[in-house]
Antibody
Framework: QVQLQESGPGLVKPSETLSLTCAVS?????????WGWIRQPPGKGLEWIGS???????YHNPSLKSRVTISLDTSKNQFSLKLSSVTAADTAVYYC???????????WGQGTLVTVSS | QPVLTQSSSASASLGSSVKLTCTLS???????IAWHQQQPGKAPRYLMK???????NKGSGVPDRFSGSSSGADRYLTISDLQSEDEADYYC?????????FGGGTKLTVL
């Protein structure tokens, strides 16, 4: 059973950079899946942020693209998200996830709430 | 990019059946989707992959009460013998050109 676990600060100041890490257990992130980030503002729906393929190719939601960096650390079997210049609108529960083209997102982390506030 | 449309809410009685709908935008009616369940305060859970043919593959541990079907651009999730724990938000998801998109979700109330 693949397990994903997010970690990172729960509070970030406006204009700073949000940084989160997702540790993956019982599956190698070097294998044939995409690894991505999805967020959910309080009381709202799900929004795809971006994903990364083990080859190093990254893909981002056009609405966030210029602020998003996703990277892979195969030595630690984890991947990371950086979202720059945050505002209150970036307050959300952030989920890491595994997905595969033609199959969708099949594993989710438990999520971590990040609040943007001074 | 495809757009997924879901009704904001639905309700049904305990022990009955309910059919939730996810509609793909024009030009994307053949797309495969996935259904997810999000119980209150929890992370989403993958339920199944559903093709335009109506063929579906469920995730591990998903009860037999959950099934999928398709008609044109519409993708359906049917839950039979509704239980109290089925009260949740249900999201559909699809993907195109290395990007993913979610529907707005349907809040299911079990009466």
């Amino acid at each position: 059973q693949v397990q994903l676990q997010e970690s990172g600060p729960g509070l970030v100041k406006p204009s700073e950079t949000l940084s989160l890490t997702c540790a993956v257990s019982d599956y190698s992130i070097s294998s044939d899946y995409y690894w991505g980030w999805i967020r959910q503002p309080p009381g709202k729906g799900l929004e795809w942020i971006g994903s990364l393929y083990p080859s190093g190719s990254t893909y981002h939601n056009p609405s966030l693209k210029s602020r998003v960096t996703i990277s892979l650390d195969t030595s630690k079997n984890q991947f990371s998200l950086k979202l720059s210049s945050v505002t209150a609108a970036d307050t959300a529960v952030y989920y890491c996830a595994r997905h595969k083209a033609a199959e969708g997102t099949d594993y989710w982390g438990q999520g971590t709430l990040v609040t943007v506030s001074s | 990019q495809p757009v997924l449309t879901q009704s904001s809410s639905a309700s049904a009685s305990l022990g009955s059946s309910v059919k939730l709908t996810c509609t793909l935008s024009s030009g994307h009616s053949s797309y495969i989707i996935a259904w997810h369940q999000q119980q209150p305060g929890k992370a989403p859970r993958y339920l199944m992959k559903l093709e335009g043919s109506g063929s579906y593959n469920k995730g591990s541990g998903v009860p037999d009460r959950f099934s999928g079907s398709s008609s044109g651009a519409d993708r359906y999730l049917t839950i039979s013998d509704l239980q109290s724990e089925d009260e949740a938000d249900y999201y559909c998801e699809t993907w195109d050109s290395n990007s993913w998109v979610f529907g707005g979700g349907t809040k299911l109330t079990v009466l």
